[in-house]
């Protein structure tokens, strides 16, 4: 029996967000960050985590001697993240347009979270609200892929059990080769006795260019473009469509 449900994964389904998630290195993407923040930043410790989802790298932050918290648009999320890091302050708010009470000296934006910005516009405004919150010399780091470089047929996959229940999860990029507007596809297929439900879900996300991205941060920030590799700091090599985006305060 084959059951399909169409809902807003991140809402409905949150509680599967970890597990979704599941092969994701956590703990070296927020170490990389971190030397990164001690090679170009200002060494500060007061931290934001953008489109925070239910936390793991926040919990990574605070082990490592930051002031952490986290900002989602997913409440079900951080009700997650609490759970996880109960000594963190987590904010339900768009991070187009948030405003923080003092200064920070680190904004953090991982898994390509970027996007969700939903336009350009909206992600000049995301750009403008980061460059306000942060302190002299503090840093913003995100990663982000290059709209040019977006293959629609690749899909990447991956299965977990749980709970007497196998999940297949899988997610692709897709973009119309024009304009502003790209997609993140996803869908969840979860079995169980027999039974399998499966959940569709597209998210609307901003399609952009790496130099068009650079001219968008330019004004505010000095802007470091280094591969995709959160193992070693290399520059970006000018050719791969991946890229990891370490923006200093000027």
Not at 68 to 94: T, W, Y
Not at 145 to 158: A, E, G, L, P
Request: glycine share 6%; charged share 20%.
């Amino acid at each position: 029996m084959l059951t399909t449900q169409t809902n807003a994964l991140y809402t409905d389904l949150s509680g599967y967000y970890d597990l979704m998630c599941a092969d994701i290195n956590y703990q070296a993407q927020s170490d990389c960050i971190r030397r990164l923040h001690q090679l170009f930043g200002n060494r500060g410790v007061r931290h934001l985590d953008l489109a925070c989802g239910t936390g793991p790298h926040v919990r990574y932050f605070i082990e490592n001697g930051y002031q952490s918290s986290g900002l989602d648009i997913n409440q079900p999320m951080l009700d997650i993240a609490k759970l996880r890091c109960p000594d963190a302050e987590f904010v339900c708010h768009d991070m187009a347009n948030f405003t923080v009470d003092e200064p920070l000296d680190l904004i953090t934006c991982f898994l390509y979270s970027i996007h969700y910005s939903d336009g350009i516009e909206k992600l000049k405004e995301c750009i403008s609200s980061v460059h306000a919150a942060l302190s002299p010399g503090g840093m913003f780091c995100f990663n982000s892929v290059k709209k040019s470089r977006i293959d629609n047929s690749s899909v990447v996959s991956h299965s977990a059990v749980h709970e007497d229940s196998q999940f297949v999860f899988s997610s692709g990029w897709y973009y119309s080769g024009d304009g502003e507007k790209q997609a993140l596809k996803l869908s969840i297929e979860k079995t169980t006795a027999g039974i399998t439900q499966s959940w569709q879900d597209e998210h609307p996300m901003v399609a952009v260019g790496f130099a068009e991205l650079q001219s968008l941060l330019q004004p505010y920030f000095d802007v470091h473009i280094l591969e995709h590799d959160y193992d070693r700091l290399m520059p970006w090599d000018g050719v791969s469509g991946n890229a990891i985006f370490a923006c200093v305060k000027i």
